[in-house]
């Protein structure tokens, strides 16, 4: 008895000193190859086994995600042999303390395929953070099992094609932070924006762009005091937006544009604000536009083109705005002179375009020397185009046509501005200079070139050295004679649009049909000239037409 009980616990002793030999072999082991699975907890069978089968309920399709640099994540995802952990997967985060997945990021994954409550995924129950946008997920609704996700602090599913009905269980996801359902064929109408608003009284942004809301924006969202951003663009939204969201003074984001039934006014601002983003393009806000807008200390983009504002000056607080890139209060109808923005030195874009304006081009403008893109158009400014705004040399876009400017333009002034690409002078007075001295070479390489009603009387020959353009206008000048045949040289791989009506144009320089060259071209207007002979032929791409 006492020899067996010595052999036994010799035995039981030789046994533990042979496991703490096995321990410790292991541990140098893993020290070695990889001391970060000693720091971590390996990833959990169970999850790895979800999301492996979440993997296999999917197609592989590039055209599955939209993002040029979209590639599968889950390709490398393996079953789990020696050494390979869940944990380390592409996309997969892991809680450090216990080893449960706790985020998945398989945004622009090139997923393609069906989801529903079925799925694997709502079983990865300790799921903080999922993100799911730029996928295809064919239509499918959000599936109810999402409500089994009830630790998700962020969600993001937009643009991957979920369709119907937002599911009421999302309503149960009361932690989240971030919620993106952005620019789905989704619904919300029931449960709708003020149910989810009630519920969600963490988020700090909500972006909704493109789903179909097609309600009130609800008074309750001015209680989220954490919000930093809401985007609700072209939700089909009605009725007179909360003025207490404006003063919300943590939101930096807010747009709700294009929600053409959407009421409201400007409240009296404060330099509380927070605001970086306004944009309320496309709505039917209405009234002045406040002195206090000048208090926006941070607001880096306005935009309120397209509203209802009643005819009115525009405050020259605005100029107060200093950190500015992007200013748009085209199509209102605002009037009076352009009051003084030239202290707003980070200005990219300017649009001023089809308001009632008058008075001459500011010459401060080439003060604004970051301007990529300025849209004067359809206002009544008058006078010449002043030569100084020709040195603003980074200048992309220039738009100036239907006003009442006058005088000549000698093109050799665009020689300094290389970044030109769409520039705009029609319907106004102006008068093109003879083209006949113009140095095609140094002129910048078009791709937009509106000279409607410019006065021109012989076709630009600089228009030879354009190799770019996509459209060109030239209706409603003077030229006379034949088309010249280098045209049928110009542009060919480009131009799309090309209008010549209202001309003397008597046919096309040659006694056989033209094959027309250009083989994006969808409009050629001719119409109103004197052309004789020959009907053109369109291109080989177009005739099927
Ligand atoms: C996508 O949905 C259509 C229609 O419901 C279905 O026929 C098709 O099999 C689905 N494709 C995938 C990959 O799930
Ligand atoms: C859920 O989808 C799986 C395939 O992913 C399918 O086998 C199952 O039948 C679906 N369940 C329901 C209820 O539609
Ligand atoms: C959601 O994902 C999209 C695309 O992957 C991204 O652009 C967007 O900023 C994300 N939304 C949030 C709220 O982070
Ligand atoms: C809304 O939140 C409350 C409190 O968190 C919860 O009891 C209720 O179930 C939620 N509503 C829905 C529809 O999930
Ligand atoms: C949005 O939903 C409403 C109600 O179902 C519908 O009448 C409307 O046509 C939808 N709008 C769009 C743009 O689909
Ligand atoms: C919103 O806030 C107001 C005032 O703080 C409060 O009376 C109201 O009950 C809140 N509404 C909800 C739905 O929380
Ligand atoms: C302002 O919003 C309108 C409508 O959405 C859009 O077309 C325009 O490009 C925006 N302006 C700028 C400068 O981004
Ligand atoms: C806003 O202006 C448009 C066109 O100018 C007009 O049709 C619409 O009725 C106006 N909306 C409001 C609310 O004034
Ligand atoms: C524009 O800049 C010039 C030269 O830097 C300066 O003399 C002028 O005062 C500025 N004009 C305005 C209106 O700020
Ligand atoms: C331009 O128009 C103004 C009146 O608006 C006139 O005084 C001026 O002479 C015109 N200039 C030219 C060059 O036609
Ligand atoms: C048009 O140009 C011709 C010369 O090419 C000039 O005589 C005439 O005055 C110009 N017309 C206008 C309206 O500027
Ligand atoms: C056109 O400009 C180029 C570059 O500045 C120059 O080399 C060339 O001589 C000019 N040609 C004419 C005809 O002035």
Known sequence: MEKNMGSSTLYYLFMFMRFLVLLSGFHLMVTDSSPSVVQHPLCHGSDSSALLEFKQSFLIEKFASGDPSAYPKVEMWQPEREGSDCCSWDGVECDTNNGHVIGLDLSSSCLYGSINSSSSLFRLVHLLRLDLSDNDFNYSKIPHG??????????????????????????????????????????????????????????KKLHLNEVNISSRVPDVFANLSSLTSLLLENCGLHGEFPTGIFHLSSLQFLSVRNNPDLTGLFPE???????????????????????????????????????????????????????LTSLDLSRNSFSGQIPSLSNLKELDTLDLSYNQFIGEIPSWLMNLTRLRRLYLAGNRLEGPIPSSLF??????????????????????????????????????????????NINATTLPTFKALGLNSCNVTVFPDFLQNQDELEVLLLRQNKIHGPIPKWLWNTSKETLAYIDLSHNFLTGFDQNHPVVLPWSRLRILDLSYNMLQGFLPIPPQSQRMN
């Open 391 to 436: 040195g603003l040399v980074n200048l992309q876009c220039l738009y100036l046509e239907s006003n009442y400017l006058n005088g000549t333009v000698d093109l050799n002034i665009l020689s300094e501005m290389k970044n030109l690409i769409e520039l705009q002078l029609s319907n106004n007075s102006l008068s093109l200079l003879s083209s006949i």
């Open 146 to 203: 999402v409500g089994q996700l009830s630790r998700l602090t962020s969600l993001n599913l937009s643009s991957s094609r979920f369709s119907g009905q937002i599911s009421s269980q999302i309503l149960e996801l009361s932690k989240l932070v971030f919620l993106d359902l952005s620019s789905n064929p989704l619904h919300l109408h029931k449960p709708n924006l003020r149910n989810l608003v009630v519920n969600l009284t963490q988020l």
């Open 269 to 323: 601002f404060h330099h509380t604000s927070s605001l970086k983003l306004l944009a309320l393009a496309g709505t039917s806000f209405s009234g002045r536009l406040p002195t206090s807008i000048g208090n926006l200390d941070s607001l880096v983009e306005l935009n309120i083109s397209s509203c209802n504002f009643t005819s009115g000056l525009i405050p020259s607080s605005l100029g107060r705005l200093i950190q």
